[in-house]
């Protein structure tokens, strides 16, 4: 059934892992929307993933997680390769928004998280920012891109390509409130399943005050290249540190610089 | 709160050759202007010729640094001034995020620059003025007004010099973000540098001369500054669990080492002949300078490559 889109609501995803087949579908439906051309073939020599990472050529990437154990006696014990489809999170305390010098790095009525190409000037602040290694250079274009959440086409009142095109229904596109209730009947229907090693990360606001794009993994946040709520910092948390640190510096050195300056009589 | 730790999944923003040496002009330029304004305020009458060199590399290395900043934005290169002001529909006016050390940088660089500009037209007024003369230079220009204004730029200076440090933490790069040692750090070693480039100009400049040694006490205790945060630094690094990203930089933080080691032994020679309430300190180092010096600057520029090239 298809989403009513309404400027001034939270929209998000809901990407359930336990679910996605690594089809890459969602890939290959957001270069097509987002006119990306792709970074050049390479073999990585590492499962089925041969995209690597997400960069400003891939705004979805599907993660391949070796997680069969070493010890094949067990069988795997139910354990497979983990498959994720990685995205912009869309984070509600982003941290490339908030070291964004120029204010190219807006919340669009749809609370999503989006970089004004026109007014980005790439210094790269972002990049170094952004926790989960998202936001990246297009060296043509001189700016940082990422997941736009498909702003033309919720502006349109259609849902994200990559949710679209998604033939297992791994990512979920819709209101937020909605894809919240969501994920909490599909986390309680595993657990009582005995899958007690599913969790969901972002549905609540422990990890940059909650996540418009958030996910339900099937192991640590960790494996899966996510930083876990007691790693989940926001730059500015180093600001006052940082500061005082310099400001202590700069005090010693003045007084350094007048013992050694000082007047100590005619000569 | 010292400790950091953080497990880090961060891509690295490529700042390199640009940044490096805009972080090695700012903290020159920021630093010699420090230590220029207190040699003219604190210093003897005859420190002014020494301060005046001092304003002099201030505005040389700061002219460097805007052009850097520029280059380093590519092909977004027109749009530096968007740092600046804000273009977005609704919010149009002055950018200023003040918890955004990039933002504070900019702002900071941008008014500074007034007054290493003026500072340094005084000087050139001033040296063109007492030229052929013989003694001490000739006082500075605009009284009290004047050394306000030296005191302004001397704050805004420290500022400049140190922010770059506090830009790298205010991030979620492995190292950078694991320490707030860095702000102080890039501080220190600035005016440690500057100390030794206003040696180094002193050489070139007799009038200059008398300041010799106490620049070189002041590098002495800059450089004692710098390797008690160095200290601090790997100590919190270690405690995050990132140090071992660095130990493929080895060379260059042996080569800081070098920096800090040939200030303290330049300065003990300062130290020990401090006159006792009398005489003014008008003798050179022990160790030439000119090495000395150099030495120095490498080692500041040495520093900035292995903090920066560390998380990358």
């Known amino acids: 059934m298809a989403t009513t889109i309404t400027p001034g609501e939270s929209y998000g995803f809901f990407t359930d892992t336990s679910i996605c087949i690594g089809c890459k579908a969602c890939e290959v439906a957001c270069k097509e929307w987002n006119q990306l051309q792709g970074d050049s073939p390479q073999f990585l020599a590492d499962s089925y993933d041969n995209t690597g990472q997400l960069d400003a050529q891939n705004w979805r990437h599907v993660k391949f997680i070796d997680n069969v154990p070493e010890q094949t006696a067990k069988a795997g014990d139910g354990r497979a390769f983990l498959m994720m489809s990685d995205v912009c999170k869309h984070c509600k305390h982003a941290s490339c928004m908030e070291v964004c010098p120029t204010g190219a790095i807006i919340r669009t009525e749809f609370d999503t998280v989006f970089i004004q190409q026109d007014v980005c000037n790439g210094c790269r602040n972002c990049v170094a920012a952004c926790p989960y290694s998202v936001i990246a250079m297009n060296q043509s274009t001189g700016t940082a891109h990422k997941c736009t959440l498909c702003y033309d086409r919720l502006q349109g009142g259609l849902e994200p390509a990559c949710a679209k095109a998604c033939p297992t229904q791994s990512i979920k596109f819709g209101p937020l409130a909605e894809l919240q209730q969501a994920a909490d009947v599909r986390l309680a229907a595993l657990q009582s399943q005995g899958i007690t090693q599913a969790q969901l990360y972002g549905r609540d606001d422990k990890v940059y005050g909650g996540l418009n794009a958030f996910f339900l993994l099937m192991d640590k946040p960790e494996t899966y290249g996510l930083p876990n709520e007691d790693n989940a910092g926001l730059p500015s948390r180093n600001d006052v540190g940082g500061y005082v640190v310099g400001l202590v510096t700069a005090a010693l050195g003045v007084i350094a610089g007048i013992v050694a300056f000082r007047r100590r009589g005619a000569s | ?312």
């Open chain 2, 1 to 312: 709160m010292i400790y950091l730790a953080a497990e880090h999944f961060v891509r690295a923003p490529q700042w390199t050759w640009y940044i490096l040496f805009y972080f090695f002009f700012a903290g020159l330029s920021g630093g010699s202007y420090a230590l220029a304004t207190l040699l003219r305020l604190v210093g003897e009458p005859r420190d002014e010729a020494a301060a005046r060199l001092g304003f002099y590399a201030s505005f040389v290395a700061l002219l460097v640094c805007p052009v850097l900043l520029t280059a380093d934005l590519a092909a977004s290169w027109w749009k530096f001034w968007h740092m600046l002001i804000n273009v977005t529909p609704g919010d149009q006016g002055l950018n200023f995020k003040y918890w955004s050390p990039i933002t504070l940088g900019v702002w900071v660089l941008s008014v500074f620059a007034v007054f290493a500009a003026v500072s340094a037209l005084e000087s050139f007024a001033l040296d063109r003025r007492d030229r052929g003369t013989v003694g001490d230079p000739g006082r500075p220009m605009g009284g009290i007004l004047g050394r306000a204004f030296n005191v302004v730029g001397g704050i805004l200076a420290l500022l400049f010099a140190s922010y770059t440090g506090v830009l790298l933490s205010v991030s979620n790069q492995p190292i950078w973000s694991d320490t707030w040692m860095l702000g102080g750090l890039f501080l220190a070693s600035g005016l440690s540098g500057s100390a030794a480039l206003i040696a180094l100009m002193s050489r070139y400049r007799p009038k200059a001369a008398f300041s010799l040694g106490r620049l070189h006490e002041a590098d002495g205790y800059f450089s004692i500054l710098e390797l008690v945060l160095l200290v601090a630094f790997f100590i919190t690094i270690i405690a995050a669990g990132t140090a071992g990203m660095t130990v493929q930089l080895l060379p260059l933080w042996l080569l800081a080492l070098v920096g800090i080691g040939s200030s303290l032994v330049a300065a003990r020679g300062q130290m020990r002949i401090r006159p006792m309430g009398g005489a003014a300190v008008v003798a050179r180092a022990g160790t030439d300078t000119l090495v000395v010096s150099l030495l120095v600057l490498l080692g500041v520029l040495a520093l900035r490559a292995a903090v920066i090239f560390s998380a990358q």
